[in-house]
């Protein structure tokens, strides 16, 4: 495959599951639609805010704002910034992949030696 389709492939990829997955990740912690699910890591977290600020929940707080996408959805600045950080991270996974995958050159160069 040529590299630069491979890296276009990587960072597609990387956008499409950060956009998607987001969402599906605040639903499955308990931030929902309906509110946060009793009994699941997001009201832990957001008991642990409640502590911390002696009873309420800080508006623009992290809880307050993954409840806010939760229930709303990602705006289309966050779905961007969201898509944006998995393009990144599907780039930067390519690059990792093509360093630590083996070198074909090698083989080439040892096929060449053993002709000769």
Do not use: C, H
Request: overall charge neutral; cysteine-free; aromatic content about 2%.
């Amino acid at each position: 495959m040529d590299p630069k389709t491979a890296v276009a492939i990587g960072v597609g990829a990387g956008a499409l599951v950060a956009a998607v997955g987001v969402p599906v990740v605040l639903g499955a912690v308990g931030f929902t639609s309906a509110g946060i699910a009793a009994g699941s890591y997001a009201a832990s977290m957001m008991s642990a805010a409640a502590v911390a600020n002696g009873g309420a929940v800080a508006a623009g707080s992290t809880v307050a704002v993954l409840q806010a996408a939760g229930a709303a959805g990602l705006s289309g600045a966050a779905t961007a910034a969201v898509s944006g950080m998995g393009a990144a991270v599907g780039w930067l996974v390519r690059l990792i992949s093509k360093k630590s995958a083996p070198s074909t050159e090698n083989d080439e160069n040892n096929e060449e030696k053993k002709d000769k």
